[in-house]
Structure formats: C-alpha cells, structure tokens
C-alpha cells in the first residue's frame, strides 16, 4: 500500500507562490505516474497536474503556466510549484499515484492553500 504524505501549504495572497511537496512510499513511485488533485469547499475534487514515469506533465487549463509539477526520483517526491496564486486556486491539495489517470492510492490529509489578500 502507498502512503502518501503532503506539505507546504498555507496561506498566500493573490499573485504569490507556494511550492507543495508529497513523500510517497514504495517502489512503484519510480513506475506510475503521479497527480496533484485539489478540492475547494463544495466542489468536487479535480486533477490539476500530472507526471508520468518517464517526466511528462500534463496540467488542467485552468493551472497551465502558472503551475509546475516535477518528481525527484532518489527523494520519492513529487513536488508542486504554484505561482501567480488566485482565490480560486484556493482548496486542500492532495497527491496520489495514478494507474491509466486513475488514483488508486488512499488519499492522505491533504494540505490546505488559502489565497486571499
């Protein structure tokens, strides 16, 4: 089973950045491609970013060139760089591993993004 865990976080205000960050366990990080989803109050909850095994990335519309995603290999880590933050940007943020862009991991916490002035 893969435990996912996310951080980084926080509260920002408009125009800002943060930089997520999510330790998975396992040797099937290294194989599978991995996804950023988020889920704002009341909405369901959306893919915004994913990396395959081999680095491609792939973004939501609504993210593109404002958000990077990238993995470190020997780390196990998938890391989320979001810039020129909005309000709607806000939500918890949460990683998972995806088999044919589907999750099949358990989802973890999460970590909540505020972006308000």
């Known amino acids: 089973q893969v435990q996912l865990v996310e951080s980084g976080g926080g509260l920002v205000q408009p125009g800002g950045s943060l930089r997520l960050s999510c330790a998975a366990s396992?040797?099937?990080?290294?194989?599978?491609?991995m996804g950023w989803y988020r889920q704002a109050p009341g909405k369901q909850r959306e893919l915004v970013a994913q990396?395959?095994?081999?680095?491609?990335?792939m973004y939501a519309d609504s993210v593109k060139g404002r958000f990077t995603i990238s993995r470190d290999y020997a780390k196990n880590t998938v890391d989320l760089q979001m810039n020129s933050l909005k309000p709607e940007d806000t939500a918890v943020y949460y990683c998972?591993?995806?088999?044919?862009?589907?999750?099949?991991?358990?989802w973890g916490q999460g970590t909540q993004v505020t972006v308000s002035s």
């Open positions: 998972n591993v995806l088999v044919a862009s589907v999750p099949i991991g358990s």
């Open positions: 396992g040797s099937i990080f290294r194989v599978y491609a």
């Open positions: 990396i395959t095994g081999g680095g491609t990335t």
